[in-house]
């Protein structure tokens, strides 16, 4: 087993700059400690994006709630549960319910209908809930009904790097305090930031992995900054192979520095390189989350421009995946909840205390 050694920010820095053969070098190694602590199997989240209404206004994001050219849709409860079926049938032990952020009682009640129904037909599945900040009243009510998983990403751990991505109402204080509550519950927490954002610099990036580790998170999902058509941001000069080289650098030391936990190999990254997620697996990825949305809602939840799989079918996104994983040198998890082996040690210890 490896053990976790303290890298420090420069240190962070010198890993993330790295390019050509140097960073081939240092994904090999990340992905040998993946081999070592977590192993070559590759979990999957069914990714269920339920509904693109949002109440917030990320200044990079194509569903933000002032972009009126975006069609808005919700799914209902039966469509929800079909495509969770599906998921079962899949050999996905596991789903993404995935949404805007809201916080009106009417999609919390819908949240845990929702998520008490597939309890109540499918309970082996594990479900990850990803609606944004909520207070700690509904974070609870939310764990009580069975969601046992939470992602909510910060996006950027800098705080004067997140008010230049965020309208000045949203407040880093409040999305770091919730990654809090949710673990003072007892989720296993997830969170996540952008790679290659406007106004960062390899400093944050660093500084965003040291984040992750001082919150102890458990599960992580970094993807790419990719620009979208009509966000706020889309005179940044954007280059597209260098924010790939980037976002891998990034998977493979969060890996040297967090042996145990989950890594997504984010969707995002097929969108700069059709091979992208494959790249992350090879770089110290252990998670992959096929997309389970109904074909008829997809370019709907559009975050941002060129996304892939909008085009494939569940089915088609399935067996796609599959054949990459195993080509990849992987072994498809069909059928295993993949929980996070980091939130089980603190379980076993018994350090998940709940004091709310
Ligand atoms: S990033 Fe999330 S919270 Fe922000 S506008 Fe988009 S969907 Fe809403």
Not at 213 to 221: L, N, S, T, W
Request: include cysteine; charged fraction near 30%.
């Amino acid at each position: 087993m490896v053990k976790e050694t303290f890298i420090s920010k420069q240190a962070i820095e010198e890993m993330l700059a790295l390019s050509g053969p140097d960073a081939l070098d240092l994904r090999e190694k990340a992905s040998r400690v993946r081999d070592d602590c977590v192993g070559r199997k590759v979990y999957f989240r069914g990714l269920i994006e339920f509904s693109n209404l949002c109440a917030n206004d990320c200044f990079y994001c194509g569903i933000r709630k002032s972009n009126r050219k975006t069609e808005r849709y919700t799914m209902t409860y039966d469509e929800i549960m079909d495509c969770a079926r599906f998921c079962q049938e899949a050999g996905y032990a596991s789903v993404v319910l995935q949404s805007g952020e809201r916080r009106d009682p009417d999609f919390i009640r819908f949240v845990i209908k929702v998520v008490s129904g597939i309890k109540a037909e499918l309970p082996e599945m594990r479900i990850t809930l990803s609606v944004g900040e909520q207070d700690r009243e509904v974070f609870r009510r939310f764990y009580e009904a069975g969601i046992e998983r939470y992602l909510l990403r910060i996006e950027s751990s800098s705080r004067r790097h997140y008010q230049r991505l965020h309208p000045e109402v949203m407040s880093f204080e409040r999305r770091r305090k919730c990654l809090e509550v949710l673990r003072s519950i007892g989720f296993q927490v997830g969170s996540g930031v952008m790679i290659g954002s406007p106004f960062q610099t390899l400093g944050d990036l660093a500084g965003d992995l040291l984040f992750m580790k001082a919150m102890d998170i458990d599960m992580v999902g970094m993807g790419p900054y990719v620009p979208h058509r009509d966000n706020l941001l889309k005179n940044w000069n954007y280059d597209a192979e260098k924010t790939l080289e980037l976002s891998l650098n990034m998977v493979a030391a969060l890996r040297i520095m967090m042996p145990d936990i989950n890594i997504a190999a984010t969707s995002a990254l097929q969108a700069l390189d059709g091979s992208g997620r494959e790249k992350a697996l090879s770089a110290g990825a252990n998670v992959i989350m096929p997309n389970a949305t109904p074909l008829k809602y997809r370019q709907s939840y559009s975050l941002y421009d060129n996304r892939p799989c909008v085009t494939d079918s569940p089915y088609g996104c399935r067996s796609c995946i599959m054949k990459k994983i195993e080509e990849s040198g992987f072994l498809p998890a069909t059928g295993e909840k993949g929980d996070s082996p980091r939130f089980l040690k603190r379980v076993e210890n018994n350090i998940n205390v709940c004091n709310c």
